[in-house]
């Protein structure tokens, strides 16, 4: 990402948290009406300590410099979570340009992953890099998604695999509630590893395949483990219901479990086992 496009980021990231707040959560008057939902932008100044024509700037995207005592102050008036205030950060200082990648990251899954693969057979398993790159998977994701094993292992995404395999949009009964859980995921890493160019790239690329990928691409949050009740509508096995449990994994690496738990006092779990020979 270079800094233009980090600029421009952040002064998307700063409206859209700015539009999500209104005057009674931040114990402001509600005065007049307003032309666009959310705060002003001098009420945001105000509640930083900041000047309005600073934060205009900021909002702007202009390259100026910032404090780290200012920007908890913007968090603190934005009331970010902490995933948030992280992507504020990165955005907002220019350092993070500094950090370089290569192309190619060892990925390989430990032994310790391996062993949940296998051992947790009754709960579908993806585990994908920094760039959502699926690096491993079990027999139960093979069996409620699709067989990953038949997919290019450079076509291995799983942000574009949402929007250009008919088995996801299919499957999922909210898809774009299904979708908004990833995305919060992909804009975590795209601001913690916000001098990697690939994630521009990939973006527009993205924008250009998938009209419906801007817009939501634009309501997404920023979180790096939700927690999510997903629904599917399996092509053989019917409804299915699945806890969506999003795990990073310490390592040298940057790898993600996502581990999808059978809900109790469903027939989820019998369902899956039927689908893979095992009942």
Avoid at 132 to 161: M, S
Avoid at 173 to 180: A, I, M, R, S, T
Avoid at 217 to 223: D, I, K
Avoid at 250 to 259: A, E, F, H, P, T
Wanted: net charge negative; aromatic share 10%; with cysteine.
């Amino acid at each position: 990402m270079n800094r233009e496009t980090r600029l421009e980021a952040l002064s998307e990231f700063l409206k859209t948290q700015r539009s999500k707040l209104n005057p009674q959560m931040v114990g402001l008057p509600v005065g007049t009406r307003r032309r666009t939902p959310g705060l002003r932008r001098e009420e945001v100044a105000g509640l930083a300590g900041v000047s309005t024509t600073w934060y205009t700037w900021l909002e702007q995207g202009r390259d100026i410099t910032v404090s780290n005592s200012v920007l908890d102050a913007i968090s603190d008036a934005l009331q970010l979570n902490k995933d948030e205030r992280n992507y504020l950060y990165a955005l907002a200082l220019p350092e993070a340009e500094k950090r370089s990648f290569s192309n190619e990251e060892d990925t390989a899954i430990s032994p310790a992953l391996t062993k949940i693969l296998n051992e947790l057979r009754n709960c579908p398993i993806i585990i994908s890099d920094r760039r959502c790159h699926i690096v491993g998977w079990n027999p139960a994701a093979a069996h409620v998604f699709l067989d990953f094993e038949q997919i290019p292992k450079e076509e291995r995404n799983l942000i574009q695999l949402l929007f250009s395999r008919k088995e996801f949009k299919s499957l999922a009964v909210n898809w774009e509630h299904f979708v908004k859980g990833f995305l919060a995921i992909f804009r975590t890493y795209y601001g913690q590893y916000v001098g990697d160019q690939w994630y521009t790239s990939f973006i527009n690329e993205m924008e250009q395949n998938f009209p419906e990928f801007h817009e939501l691409w634009n309501e997404s949050e920023v979180s790096s483990a939700p927690d999510v009740l997903i629904e599917f509508r399996h092509a053989k096995a019917g409804k299915m219901l699945f806890n969506l449990t999003s795990l990073q994994v310490q390592g040298n690496i940057d790898l993600r479990c996502s581990v999808y738990t059978p809900v109790e006092d469903t027939n989820t779990e019998s369902k899956l086992r039927k689908m893979m020979g095992n009942e």
